[in-house]
């Protein structure tokens, strides 16, 4: 069942039933200012941090389901509806929302008026714009209103749901005109406060919810609104909020439209005021002015589409498979996007209170995102890799704000380290930019303490060499990838983190994840120090790897697959020995995609058990059999009841390692297979099964131990955005940038015969076509590079040759 439709020409999902089975939700805004917009008008808004500047409230684990938000609602009689149909829920005539890259659009309708209501966060400005346009579609001539209402979180979000006590007393506001001013703790330590506005002369206007809900009432049924007469209350203390009353006379067909503008200001310390307690609105002012009428709006979103519409056409693709097309044209850039600027801490599944940016997880959205903004994914890997300690482990997450490691969680996830060596080769090939490697970057934020960037990636690179366990595999430390295999923990008492509890290494517990990870990321960190000349280095770190390929295929495989780790006692872990968690995803996938076993059939007996022992109908399981019990050695993986998160659900993650390993095996119609089967586009038609929206991934799957086997959760924030993108475009489409040159090796199914293909790279335009006549599912057998046969499978790189056509048969 469906709830909605994908609109590929204007890049939209289209929702046609605002009760979806859980909140579909969009991003608006992609550089400082965020909008979280659910399909009924969910959501809040909230500047660089979710945690310390959020300006609008939201209320997690809400009943009704996503009530609070960026609301408006039209008073017309004595109805009250809401053209995003929360919160009222008065049932509407007609009912749209349009999901588009960086803005969302409601249009609905009501007793024969209708509501057009576009949201966006312009590029380079830090607020949220919202246009509203009301039209009277009956013979009679309306006397409608219009009430916008947001609820200001008191900026620290964990603060603002906890410290009622002083709270309560703090909340400050200011009006002038139309223009609802937050101004809570700008009396002391802050220069900044939101602007509420709107571009016409208001009726009335409320700033204290109490006096806006009435006693007792929630967001569906607001006194003000229902009595149709604004207090006009300040607040003090309490609940600041924002509602303006706009009177709206409509004759037949006529309609007007209003601007609205919800913004984070910020100003110099030292000109903070105008006069005594009363704040600094000059630079509210002048925004106000940008926006102050709909052809300013307009022109802003056309701003908007343009900035995607140049982003997009890096990499476009033409397949003969409408659903692979907008995954891989639209939905999976999109989505890497939106990661890469909120890693795991903002979405509804991620409070935007707990996690900050995650140093694995920051590393790896790189991948999808570098070929977008590579100057942006510089800065990351700067940020990123000044929170790295001197020895080379790394804090485990850093907050976006501060840009400062996060010291609650710590350091020791071992294989924290190595993503970096990841994140930055991927950038390097990306951008040929090798200055980065001379950047000078400081260990722990202490700029004493900077060395060069290529410094910081030895000692990722020597962290994981110098912390082998006694099977010569590296030790896991807190855990790996696996954030839940926490061998060294032990944790008997509730409610003690699983993250943090026990020591942050032990001496025996390794792991063959990081082993495999080792192998692939220690050839980048080989390859990047020839480029540097460094080839006694460079000699070093492949016989490093050589060693680890040999530890793997003496005590890292399993007789049918890869065994995961070694616990603390030194008992294997994921092994058919083992009663539950015989064998686990990562190290299959990992461990072939970085070429371990392919000379030895170990890989291809790995696919083999995975696809006999892990795969379902909804993808591929982390493990099996799933743990029954609780296993004080194994930690959170055996919390989860069977079927969920890593405890044997499908955790999508890693569906593309084994789909991406697939390739290396030359198996096309595998690999596809399982790509499919986890992409949401191919999953739509099941939407009641799966549940979260349509156009992203989710985080997870229930697999099938779970009593909903296909129901996914966690959408959104999760690397299987950019590693799903980092699959289709570079192992199945197989395009791939490389120091010398672009790569185009495609492994597709043999259903795609004729594949199209525009990469931008380099400061020049692929126009790649591939005659897939033969029904291959791989290998190039002939490369034509601008009318000359080349060998192999690159484009070398011609001095100022701007423009390559490729024409490729398999
Ligand atoms: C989840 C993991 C997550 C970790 C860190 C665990 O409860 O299962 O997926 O990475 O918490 O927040
Ligand atoms: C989610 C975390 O964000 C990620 O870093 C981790 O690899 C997975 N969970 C698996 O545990």
């Known amino acids: 069942?469906?709830?909605?439709?994908?609109?590929?020409?204007?890049?939209?999902?289209?929702?046609?039933?605002?009760?979806?089975?859980?909140?579909?939700?969009?991003?608006?805004?992609?550089?400082?200012?965020?909008?979280?917009?659910?399909?009924?008008?969910?959501?809040?808004?909230?500047?660089?941090?979710?945690?310390?500047?959020?300006?609008?409230?939201?209320?997690?684990?809400?009943?009704?389901?996503?009530?609070?938000?960026?609301?408006?609602?039209?008073?017309?009689?004595?109805?009250?509806?809401?053209?995003?149909?929360?919160?009222?829920?008065?049932?509407?005539?007609?009912?749209?929302?349009?999901?588009?890259?960086?803005?969302?659009?409601?249009?609905?309708?009501?007793?024969?008026?209708?509501?057009?209501?576009?949201?966006?966060?312009?590029?380079?400005?830090?607020?949220?714009?919202?246009?509203?346009t009301l039209t009277n579609n009956t013979a009679a001539s309306k006397d409608l209103q219009l009430f916008s209402y947001v609820e200001f979180c008191l900026w620290n979000a964990m603060d603002d749901m906890t410290n009622f006590q002083r709270n309560f007393s703090t909340g400050e506001v200011e009006v002038k005109g139309s223009a609802i001013y937050h101004k809570t703790e700008y009396r002391e330590r802050r220069n900044h406060y939101a602007l509420f506005a709107v571009n016409a002369p208001v009726a009335?206007?409320?700033?204290?919810?109490?006096?806006?809900?009435?006693?007792?009432?929630?967001?569906?049924?607001?006194?003000?609104?229902?009595?149709?007469?604004?207090?006009?209350?300040?607040?003090?203390?309490?609940?600041?909020?924002?509602?303006?009353?706009?009177?709206?006379?409509?004759?037949?067909?006529?309609?007007?439209?209003?601007?609205?503008?919800?913004?984070?200001?910020?100003?110099?310390?030292?000109?903070?005021?105008?006069?005594?307690?009363?704040?600094?609105?000059?630079?509210?002012?002048?925004?106000?002015?940008?926006?102050?009428?709909?052809?300013?709006?307009?022109?802003?979103?056309?701003?908007?589409?343009?900035?995607?519409?140049?982003?997009?056409?890096?990499?476009?693709?033409?397949?003969?498979?409408?659903?692979?097309?907008?995954?891989?044209?639209?939905?999976?850039?999109?989505?890497?996007?939106?990661?890469?600027?909120?890693?795991?801490s903002a979405s509804y599944y991620e409070s935007g209170i707990g996690r900050g940016m995650g140093f694995r997880d920051s590393c790896q959205d790189l991948f999808g995102f570098v070929h977008l903004i590579p100057d942006r994914a510089r800065q990351r890997i700067i940020d990123i890799a000044s929170t790295q300690f001197e020895d080379g482990s790394a804090y485990h997450q850093y907050q976006p704000l501060t840009k400062k490691g996060n010291s609650d969680i710590g350091s020791g996830f071992n294989d924290d380290p190595l993503w970096l060596i990841a994140g930055t080769a991927a950038y390097i090939k990306e951008s040929h930019d090798f200055s980065i490697l001379d950047e000078i970057v400081p260990f722990d934020n202490d700029e004493s303490k900077a060395q060069t960037l290529m410094e910081h990636l030895r000692r990722s690179f020597n962290y994981t060499r110098t912390h082998l366990g006694p099977h010569k595999l590296p030790l896991i430390g807190r855990a790996d990838w696996n954030d839940c295999l926490n061998l060294n923990c032990f944790s008997e008492e509730p409610g003690e983190s699983f993250q943090t509890f026990g020591p942050s290494e032990g001496p025996v517990a390794e792991s063959v994840f990081i082993a495999g990870m080792f192998v692939k990321y220690g050839r980048e960190y080989a390859v990047l120090c020839r480029k540097k000349g460094l080839n006694d280095e460079a000699d070093a770190a492949e016989a490093a790897v050589n060693d680890m390929i040999q530890a793997i295929y003496k005590d890292g495989w399993d007789?049918?697959?890869?065994?995961?780790?070694?616990?603390?006692?030194?008992?294997?872990?994921?092994?058919?020995?083992?009663?539950?968690?015989?064998?686990?995803?990562?190290?299959?996938?990992?461990?072939?995609?970085?070429?371990?076993?392919?000379?030895?059939?170990?890989?291809?007996?790995?696919?083999?058990?995975?696809?006999?022992?892990?795969?379902?109908?909804?993808?591929?399981?982390?493990?099996?059999?799933?743990?029954k019990d609780y296993h004080l050695n194994l930690g959170e993986v055996s919390s989860y009841p069977p079927g969920y998160k890593e405890n044997a659900g499908i955790f999508c993650h890693n569906n593309p390692w084994v789909s991406i390993a697939e390739t290396c095996l030359g198996h096309g119609n595998r690999a596809f297979s399982l790509y499919k089967k986890i992409c949401p586009a191919y999953v739509e038609e099941i939407s009641e099964i799966h549940r979260t929206e349509p156009y992203v991934y989710s985080q997870m799957v229930a697999g099938r131990d779970a009593k909903n086997h296909g129901e996914a959760k966690n959408s959104w924030l999760t690397g299987t955005a950019?590693?799903?993108?980092?699959?289709?475009?570079?192992?199945?489409?197989?395009?791939?940038?490389?120091?010398?040159?672009?790569?185009?090796?495609?492994?597709?199914?043999?259903?795609?015969?004729?594949?199209?293909?525009?990469?931008?790279?380099?400061?020049?335009?692929?126009?790649?076509?591939?005659?897939?006549?033969?029904?291959?599912?791989?290998?190039?057998?002939?490369?034509?590079?601008?009318?000359?046969?080349?060998?192999?499978?690159?484009?070398?790189?011609?001095?100022?040759?701007?423009?390559?056509?490729?024409?490729?048969?398999?």
């Open 559 to 627: 007789g049918e697959w890869f065994l995961r780790a070694y616990d603390a006692f030194g008992e294997k872990v994921g092994s058919h020995e083992c009663e539950d968690g015989q064998i686990f995803i990562e190290p299959q996938g990992f461990c072939v995609l970085a070429g371990v076993g392919l000379e030895n059939g170990y890989a291809q007996k790995a696919m083999d058990s995975v696809e006999a022992k892990l795969e379902t109908k909804y993808g591929v399981m982390i493990l099996q059999p799933a743990y």
């Open 1 to 132: 069942m469906k709830f909605g439709y994908f609109d590929d020409a204007r890049k939209e999902y289209v929702i046609t039933s605002p009760k979806t089975p859980l909140p579909w939700i969009n991003y608006l805004g992609c550089e400082s200012f965020f909008r979280l917009i659910s399909n009924t008008g969910g959501g809040y808004a909230f500047y660089k941090d979710a945690k310390l500047l959020r300006l609008t409230r939201y209320r997690y684990n809400n009943v009704p389901s996503d009530d609070g938000g960026h609301y408006y609602y039209i008073k017309d009689g004595d109805t009250v509806w809401n053209p995003g149909w929360q919160p009222t829920q008065t049932a509407l005539d007609s009912y749209e929302c349009h999901h588009g890259l960086g803005y969302s659009i409601f249009k609905s309708s009501k007793n024969g008026v209708a509501a057009e209501v576009t949201t966006f966060v312009p590029i380079g400005k830090n607020c949220e714009v919202t246009s509203v």
């Open 204 to 344: 009335g206007f409320d700033t204290d919810r109490d006096s806006f809900l009435g006693a007792y009432n929630g967001y569906r049924n607001p006194e003000v609104v229902f009595s149709g007469a604004s207090k006009n209350s300040m607040a003090s203390g309490w609940a600041p909020i924002g509602s303006h009353n706009l009177k709206v006379s409509l004759a037949p067909g006529e309609s007007k439209n209003f601007i609205f503008i919800l913004a984070y200001i910020e100003n110099p310390r030292d000109d903070k005021w105008e006069s005594r307690g009363v704040i600094n609105k000059k630079p509210a002012e002048a925004l106000m002015q940008e926006f102050a009428t709909k052809a300013q709006f307009d022109a802003s979103l056309a701003e908007l589409s343009a900035y995607w519409n140049n982003l997009l056409s890096t990499f476009t693709v033409k397949t003969g498979d409408e659903k692979l097309d907008r995954m891989v044209n639209i939905w999976h850039q999109y989505q890497c996007m939106v990661t890469f600027n909120m890693s795991r």
């Open 722 to 810: 950019a590693w799903t993108f980092v699959n289709a475009s570079q192992h199945i489409i197989g395009v791939r940038p490389d120091y010398d040159g672009l790569v185009i090796d495609p492994c597709i199914p043999d259903t795609i015969t004729d594949l199209t293909i525009t990469r931008k790279f380099s400061g020049a335009v692929y126009n790649i076509h591939v005659d897939n006549s033969a029904k291959s599912q791989y290998g190039v057998k002939k490369m034509i590079v601008n009318g000359k046969e080349v060998s192999g499978c690159t484009v070398p790189f011609e001095e100022g040759v701007t423009e390559y056509n490729v024409e490729i048969t398999m």
